[in-house]
């Protein structure tokens, strides 16, 4: 148990140290902002288009959602502040365990007027909320960073009220060979990605004893789906 401990502690200072070593790049690389990051998708990636995906996963969000929604990891904001922006009667909270991806978040949402929404910095492993919290639960392009992927899903379960919504993308294994490899040479070792890593296959079984899965799409070697909670 407390060589588990130790191993979470330190793959959370990983992450941590990848992330704030990555902020003066992150949000060009997920959103093909640059020639480089454009190549990067298309050799390694299978060509996945990430604004796309967060096109469609944000899509499944009415404007006029009005009840409580937890957002985690918000990340930069770099796909969402625009969304929060139109999204003025909901209650949302965004959480990252990156205090660096959380400032450059606020500083995202402050610099467009988007003020009606919380921020504070949190483990998915151990969320400071109670049972039943949210009405919707987004996880955009986060857990295969998770360092404990079977609290993180526990959490969101018990967050999350009975016939919420959980809405994710995400990297999956076993689809494309390069995406593969570069997940476990290179993400991991940099702490951008924490394995073990899902299939698709895997994700559902998570899903399957628990919610109803509406919508569920696999591109490249991105997963993103749309869950009710039963």
Same mark, same amino acid.
């Given at each position: 148990?407390?060589?588990?401990?130790?191993?979470?502690?330190?793959?959370?200072?990983?992450? =941590?140290?990848? %992330? !704030? $070593?990555?902020?003066?790049?992150?949000?060009?690389?997920? &959103?093909?902002?640059?020639?480089?990051?454009? #190549?990067?998708?298309?050799?390694?990636?299978?060509?996945?288009?990430?604004?796309?995906?967060?096109?469609?996963?944000?899509?499944?969000?009415?404007?006029?959602?009005?009840?409580?929604?937890?957002?985690?990891?918000?990340?930069?904001?770099?796909?969402?502040?625009?969304?929060?922006?139109?999204?003025?009667?909901?209650?949302?909270?965004?959480?990252?365990?990156?205090?660096?991806?959380?400032? =450059?978040?606020? %500083? !995202? $949402?402050?610099?467009?007027?988007?003020?009606?929404?919380? &921020?504070?910095?949190?483990?998915?492993?151990? #969320?400071?909320?109670?049972?039943?919290?949210?009405?919707?639960?987004?996880?955009?392009?986060?857990?295969?960073?998770?360092?404990?992927?079977?609290?993180?899903?526990?959490?969101?379960?018990?967050?999350?009220?009975?016939?919420?919504?959980?809405?994710?993308?995400?990297?999956?294994?076993?689809?494309?060979?390069?995406?593969?490899?570069?997940?476990?040479?290179?993400?991991?070792?940099?702490?951008?990605?924490?394995?073990? $890593?899902?299939?698709?296959?895997?994700?559902?079984?998570?899903?399957?004893?628990?919610?109803?899965?509406?919508?569920?799409?696999?591109?490249?070697?991105?997963?993103?789906?749309?869950?009710?909670?039963?």
């Amino acid at each position: 148990m407390k060589d588990q401990m130790k191993r979470s502690s330190q793959n959370k200072t990983t992450v =941590q140290k990848a %992330y !704030r $070593f990555s902020r003066h790049f992150y949000d060009d690389a997920i &959103t093909q902002g640059k020639w480089w990051s454009r #190549l990067y998708f298309k050799l390694l990636w299978g060509g996945v288009d990430d604004n796309e995906i967060a096109r469609r996963v944000l899509g499944w969000i009415p404007d006029d959602f009005a009840g409580r929604m937890l957002d985690v990891p918000v990340g930069t904001a770099v796909f969402t502040t625009e969304k929060y922006r139109r999204m003025r009667q909901a209650d949302i909270t965004c959480v990252d365990y990156s205090l660096d991806m959380l400032e =450059q978040a606020e %500083y !995202r $949402f402050r610099g467009t007027g988007v003020t009606h929404i919380k &921020t504070m910095q949190g483990d998915v492993g151990a #969320l400071p909320f109670g049972d039943e919290a949210f009405d919707l639960i987004l996880c955009m392009n986060g857990l295969h960073v998770f360092p404990n992927k079977e609290k993180a899903y526990a959490e969101i379960l018990r967050t999350l009220r009975a016939g919420g919504e959980l809405l994710a993308c995400f990297y999956v294994a076993g689809e494309r060979k390069s995406a593969d490899w570069l997940a476990k040479t290179v993400m991991a070792r940099m702490g951008w990605f924490t394995p073990p $890593f899902d299939t698709a296959g895997d994700v559902r079984q998570r899903l399957e004893p628990y919610y109803d899965i509406l919508d569920f799409h696999v591109e490249g070697a991105m997963a993103y789906f749309r869950a009710r909670k039963r």
